[in-house]
């Protein structure tokens, strides 16, 4: 794999789909990991920018390339900020998820080309952790349905400005095979606020959710929800 830094959106909203590219990362990285944040942006954790020899391309077969910054994308704008780094390489069989709390958590990496095997773990804190108080969400249902209005109580709910969604991870090389991420539509009211569930079970897959209320950019800590048909 030949390490890059470009990145691509896709918008499936439409029959035909739209494909762009958007900025650049500001760095170039292979074996990296994306996790989705409650905010709708996207955290680049871990990678490096050596090339593999999978396929029979020249490779650095230390760590001497590796990228121990985290950088974060904001998909409307399309402009990538250099974050924290972190202490240890994080490249080939490691796994980035995103954690109830609205941390990251980032572990593994190794088992691959005279790369050292690394079995710790750190925890990634984004930005938003340090942008003023949390909303908190004091109760929600289990289960919903798809299409379903439900009620989620919260003391700061005059002061919500969004309902996010994702989808529990399923991490194994990389690649995170159960990610997903929405926003949700709503409504205020008295001390609580009213939330309509998904309705396309293809763009939102059955199975359990974590749930966010927003103020501004800063998510409260999620309450994990169960979507069905």
């Known amino acids: 794999l030949i390490p890059t830094a470009t990145a691509e959106i896709i918008d499936l909203r439409y029959g035909a789909p739209r494909w762009r590219q958007t900025s ?3 760095f170039p990285r292979s074996d990296l990991t994306l996790v989705t944040l409650p905010t709708g942006q996207v955290l680049a954790i871990g990678g490096n920018q050596a090339r593999d020899t999978t396929y029979g391309l020249p490779h650095n077969p230390d760590e001497t390339t590796r990228v121990l ?7 409307a704008d399309g402009q990538w900020t250099t974050l924290a780094s972190m202490q240890t390489f994080r490249g080939y069989h490691s ?3 995103l954690l109830p709390d609205g941390r990251v958590y980032v572990g ?3 088992k691959k080309d005279h790369f050292t095997d690394h079995s710790t773990a750190e925890i990634f804190s984004p930005p938003y952790l340090f942008q003023g108080a949390r909303p908190t969400i004091r109760s929600a249902p289990d289960l919903v349905h798809y299409g379903q209005s439900f009620t989620v109580q919260s003391p700061e709910a005059a002061l919500v400005t969004r309902v996010s969604i994702v989808k529990l991870p399923s991490m194994t090389h990389s690649l995170n095979m159960n990610q997903g991420f929405g926003f949700l539509s709503f409504q205020l009211v008295d001390g609580a606020v009213r939330v309509t569930s998904p309705t396309n079970a293809n763009a939102y897959t059955p199975g359990h959710y974590m749930l966010f209320l927003l103020r501004g950019g800063v998510p409260s800590p999620a309450k994990i929800i169960r979507l069905l048909e």
């Open 24 to 26: 650049s990362m500001n």
């Open 69 to 75: 910054a985290a950088e974060m994308g904001t998909p």
């Open 95 to 97: 796994g980035a998820v």
């Open 108 to 110: 593994g990496g190794g």
